[in-house]
């Protein structure tokens, strides 16, 4: 499966993006979909997860009450609506993906098969 990840931007702080992730080439409501990010100096980091078919969500302690994530399998796009955005979400911003027969979330890196390109968010202050 073959990922697009859109929707980055600058943003103030206190503000809002919405990310999304086109997937093609698979059958989408078989892949857990997880989001990344990776600032500079820092290891790629979880941020929030979905299950296949949406039923389970699973957030970073850190984006909590402020993330939100979503999916449409008829489309084969996953968003992730970013709200109160803070300095500190500064990042590339990667959605992956691996074919899953769970509701299980992995929140390792080593655990998802397909990732797209990133897409830069910047928060400022």
């Known amino acids: 499966v073959q990922l697009q990840a859109s929707g980055g931007g600058l943003v103030q702080a206190g503000g809002s993006l919405r990310l999304s992730c086109a997937a093609s080439?698979?059958?989408?409501?078989?892949?857990?979909v997880g989001w990344f990010r990776q600032a500079p100096g820092k290891e790629r980091e979880f941020v929030v997860g979905?299950?296949?078919?949406?039923?389970?969500?699973s957030y970073a302690d850190s984006v909590k009450g402020r993330f939100t994530i979503s999916r449409d399998n008829a489309k084969n796009t996953v968003y992730l609506q970013m709200n109160s955005l803070k300095p500190e979400d500064t990042a590339v911003y990667y959605c992956?993906?691996?074919?899953?027969?769970?509701?299980?979330?992995?929140?390792?890196?080593?655990?998802?098969?397909?990732w797209g390109r990133g897409t830069q968010v910047t928060v400022s202050s």
């Open positions: 992956a993906a691996r074919y899953s027969r769970t509701y299980s979330i992995p929140v390792i890196t080593s655990d998802y098969n397909y």
């Open positions: 080439g698979g059958t989408f409501s078989t892949y857990t």
């Open positions: 979905i299950s296949r078919s949406g039923s389970a969500e």
